[in-house]
């Protein structure tokens, strides 16, 4: 059994270590779980945050961020055989009882281009229904709409233990707060992610203190100093209110996503 073992792994690491030459890190141990992106060197490293991504590399200008969308923590979407499958039916957010919607949590190949030096917009776009940024554990951000002009009233009922919920495509989501990054990996102070315009996501609290939408301008977020940015960055929060995370479009210009 262990010769077997050995025979099967030993090309494996050699391969590993020959793929150390162009990345700081070696590729994800699983694919609903991955710890270690492929990071390329050029990469600054705030963005070595972003834990659940396959690969991040930079050319200079934008931040290429790829990542599979799927949760690396417990949901009621996934299959019953998956080992992350959530039998849950209590409370979730904003005290709703849970309601499960009828699709189910699939792997996508997204690629996140994020502009490294964000800027604000001369004329600021309304972020679009799909992603719209993407979350330290690869999971993308959507907006405050669950369709053309529609709120998402209706489908909060539907968010999963961590507040988030699969559209039809089977695409994982987050329209709130990322529960699992705020309460289990890091904190509520902390950073949560980046828009696709390249400006951080923080979560709900500032330095321990909660942020309410009074505090936000229409993008819904301020310029200040945050512990990732100590000479002070715009940014936006996450609060427990409408509009959640973002307000009426990107403060500056977006990159692109695709999947
Ligand atoms: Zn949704
Ligand atoms: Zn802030």
């Not at 281009?113 to 979350?135: D, F, Q």
Request: proline residues 8%.
């Amino acid at each position: 059994m262990r010769l077997i073992y050995l025979t099967l792994c030993f090309p494996l690491v050699l391969l590993q270590a020959c793929s150390k030459d162009a990345a700081t890190t070696t590729t994800p141990s699983s694919t609903n779980n991955p710890t270690s992106p492929v990071v390329s060197e050029s990469v600054p490293e705030i963005y070595k945050k972003i834990y659940g991504a396959s690969s991040i590399t930079s050319d200079g200008t934008y931040i290429t961020i790829k990542t599979t969308g799927l949760p690396d923590h417990k949901s009621s979407y996934y299959a019953t055989t998956n080992e992350l499958y959530d039998n849950f039916s209590g409370t979730t957010f904003a005290g709703y009882q849970f309601q499960k919607n009828p699709n189910s949590i699939a792997s996508k190949a997204y690629v996140f281009k994020i502009p490294v030096n964000p800027k604000l917009a001369t004329t600021n776009l309304p972020t679009p229904l799909g992603a719209i940024g993407v979350s330290l554990n690869g999971v993308p951000f959507f907006n405050q709409y669950a369709g053309p002009n529609q709120p998402l009233t209706n489908e909060i009922t539907s968010f999963d233990r961590y507040w988030g919920h699969p559209a039809p495509n089977s695409a994982y989501h987050y329209h709130v707060e990322p529960l699992y990054l705020t309460t289990v990996k890091v904190t509520k102070s902390a950073l949560m992610g980046f828009l696709l315009d390249g400006f951080p996501v923080y979560g709900p609290e500032e330095n321990g203190v909660l942020v309410d939408n009074s505090k936000l301008d229409k993008f819904h977020g301020h310029t200040l100093a945050t512990a990732d940015y100590p000479s002070g960055i715009y940014h936006y929060h996450i609060t427990s209110t409408d509009p959640y995370i973002n307000g009426s479009g990107y403060y500056g210009t977006p990159g692109t996503v695709s999947q």
